[in-house]
């Protein structure tokens, strides 16, 4: 079965709860987000917050350019009625992929970042045709880091992330997994995919590191209740 289908079936998932709280979907391009949002949207209500209202025909054109060529844009809001169709509409508009990476802790509490390109991150990758996500994420957490053995656990979240490759838009959607690795092992950072460090972190030391890394691995931190 096709890992984009269960991608959409999870959208479908969390849909449910959207008709009691409503939803937001997050899409980041590099530093800045997308936010689609309810219209109801406590944060709408900022004077300083940038608003794009789609017409009837969202062009979505317009607003990669406003993202890809404003420096001083953090986030746009998307007020949508029907946050889950507007989401849709916009995956659409892009080559998806998926990927999958692992949140990896060991026996002390501490967490494994790898530095790529001279920011902090987690292992992550994309995912092989007919593989299922879960092994993907095993295998580059394992490909990246050097580490064996890891313990799969829950499912923490999914993100998604824009980026332009070869002049075209792909949308990466990431399902980021809570590992475990019980056994001391010397890490050995992929050097051929352009990582310079891999480190095991402890809790209490994150702050500085997650204050030089991107907003989606702060989500995945975020959602993991960490």
Not at 21 to 39: A, D, N, S, W
Not at 54 to 82: F, K, N, Q, R, W
Not at 169 to 181: E, G, N, S, V
Not at 215 to 224: G, L, M
């Amino acid at each position: 079965y096709s890992e984009l289908s269960l991608h959409a079936q999870f959208a479908c998932k969390v849909c449910k709860v959207n008709k009691i709280i409503g939803i937001m979907h997050k899409i980041y391009f590099e530093k800045r987000c997308l936010i689609i949002c309810p219209p109801d949207e406590p944060a709408l209500n900022d004077p300083n917050a940038i608003i794009f209202r789609a017409g009837s025909d969202l062009d979505i054109h317009t607003l990669v350019c406003m993202l890809e060529t404003s420096s001083s844009l953090d986030h746009i809001y998307m007020p949508s009625p029907d946050t889950d169709a507007t989401y849709s509409k916009i995956c659409a508009e892009f080559k998806e992929v998926n990927a999958g990476g692992g949140l990896v802790s060991n026996r002390r509490g501490d967490f494994l970042l790898i530095r790529r390109n001279g920011l902090w991150d987690l292992p992550k990758g994309h995912q092989d045709p007919g593989e299922e996500i879960s092994v993907t994420a095993l295998r580059e957490v394992e490909e990246e880091t050097g580490i064996y053995d890891l313990v799969l656990r829950n499912l923490i979240c999914i993100t998604d992330h824009c980026y332009k490759r070869d002049g075209i838009w792909h949308l990466k959607h990431t399902w980021w997994y809570d590992m475990l690795h019980n056994d001391p092992t010397d890490l050995t950072p992929q050097s051929e995919e352009d990582i310079s460090k891999a480190a095991w972190v402890a809790k209490s030391s994150l702050p500085p590191f997650l204050l030089n890394t991107y907003p989606s691995i702060n989500e995945v931190f975020r959602e993991a209740k960490i």
